[in-house]
């Protein structure tokens, strides 16, 4: 209850005018009617889906094994936080998830003012994607322009910068699958 409304009900009703009682009553009812939830718990794909199929990535972007992080990423996050099994035989699942990297683009945010290096980078992936239920092929999720975008510091030191570039496109990756599969699942 927010303090307006806490204030005005310390009064006895008596003492409040019909006007005043009614706004305190609609403003302590309001956060139970507000409307939100939490995102990533709705799921719209049918009920007859329990296998999902995910093919490597395609990749039509020159960033060497991209499509590998990001397809091991989905698939650990499709077991991680849905209900679903996973299959690498699309003729084995009820639904297939197909995709293509279409490009990786890294671009410099923030700069180090001594040495004018970059410190701060965004990263944005652009993907198409298809869900197909096998038995119909209905398309359950399509998108061309699946867009991630998120900002990556990285070192000004270029021994160590070298040795994190795995581990950044790891968390680039599994940032990618949340988002990704959340998609899927709500069908945005």
Do not use: W
């Amino acid at each position: 209850m927010n303090s307006e409304a806490s204030s005005l009900m310390r009064f006895p009703t008596s003492a409040l005018k019909p006007s005043a009682l009614a706004l305190a009553l609609a403003l302590a009812l309001l956060p139970a009617g507000c409307g939100y939830h939490v995102a990533g718990h709705s799921d719209t794909l049918p009920k007859t889906v329990h296998v999902v199929a995910v093919p490597a990535l395609e990749n039509a972007t020159n960033s060497y094994r991209i499509e590998q992080k990001l397809t091991s990423a989905t698939i650990r996050e499709f077991l991680a936080a849905t209900p679903y099994k996973i299959s690498s035989h699309p003729e084995s699942a009820d639904a297939v998830l197909r995709g293509k990297v279409v490009s990786l683009e890294a671009v410099p945010l923030l700069f180090d003012t001594k040495t004018g290096r970059a410190t701060t980078m965004l990263v944005t992936v652009k993907c198409q994607v298809v869900l197909t239920e096998t038995n119909t092929q209905k398309v359950l999720f399509h998108t061309d322009n699946f867009l991630f975008r998120e900002k990556y510091e990285i070192s000004t030191d270029v021994k160590s910068f070298f040795e994190e570039q795995d581990p950044a496109l790891d968390r680039l990756a599994k940032d990618f699958a949340a988002r990704l599969v959340a998609a899927v699942r709500e069908n945005f």
